[in-house]
């Protein structure tokens, strides 16, 4: 729970509604969204939102503005977008839940993809989702709302990669692969073709999936999966 404080905006902050974005969190998954959207070159960052760091730290260029109580300040100032700057790795709930606080406050979530990615154009990226450098997503592939594909992954053909997901760096996907909702494929891990990974599943690191993981399924990592796994309580 963020106490509630008197917090103000700095008199000098600019806001262009059509480019202007504020990104949520300052740890190092923010640091990565700060250098794509620097990356894009559209987006004018106009601070950081972060409930446990100090207003004006400096963050690779950028000031923390508050916390979460500052957000409808920041809406009445005209800021219309915002990018989720906390990766959820150790509990997905926790990224899920501020997007849902950022939509909450009227926020819009634009898709954010990486010039250094490569997107086939008969792909569809969806709302909220990012896509970072030297990703490749294949064709007719599917990035629902808001999930995540990271650095160097490869997510082939024909897939779908359900809302909230995070594909890690360095993951293959094989083509035709479904990912459920809320699901981490964790960095280094490879599929079969055609494979199914349910909702809220953790796949370890390194782990090779031969076949269909049902949902709440824990791999640890480095696992050779055919089919037995360790179910989340």
């Known amino acids: ?4 404080l008197h917090e103000e905006l700095p008199e000098s902050l600019v806001v262009e509604p059509e480019k202007s974005i504020l ?10 969204v700060i250098d794509m959207v620097k990356s894009i070159g559209f987006y004018n960052i106009v601070g950081i939102i972060d409930d446990n760091i100090p207003a004006q730290t400096n963050i690779m260029g950028i000031p923390v503005l508050g ?7 920041l809406r009445e100032k005209g800021v219309e977008k915002a990018a989720n700057g906390v990766g959820g790795i150790l509990d997905i709930k926790i990224r899920i839940k501020l997007f849902e606080l950022l939509e909450s406050e009227g926020f819009s979530l634009p898709k954010l993809i990486h010039p250094r990615a490569t997107v086939e154009t008969s792909a569809m990226v969806c709302e ?3 896509v970072f450098a030297n990703a490749y997503i294949g064709s007719e592939t599917i990035l629902q709302q808001r999930c995540m594909v990271n650095t160097s992954a490869v997510v082939s053909h024909d897939c ?9 760096p360095g993951a293959m996907l094989a083509g035709h692969v479904q990912v459920g909702e809320g699901s981490l494929v964790g960095m280094g891990v490879t599929t079969a073709i055609g494979i199914k990974i349910g909702n809220n599943v953790r ?9 269909d993981i049902p949902a709440k399924t824990i791999i640890p990592s480095g696992t050779i999966w055919a089919g037995k796994g360790k179910s989340q309580a």
């Open 23 to 32: 990104i949520y969190g300052g740890g190092g998954h923010a640091k990565s």
């Open 67 to 73: 916390t979460r109580n500052i957000l409808t300040k």
């Open 160 to 168: 779908v990669i359900g809302a909230y997901s995070h594909i890690a």
């Open 203 to 211: 796949i370890g690191n390194g782990a090779i999936i031969y076949s």
């Open 128 to 130: 909220g989702v990012q």
């Open 1 to 4: 729970m963020v106490k509630e």
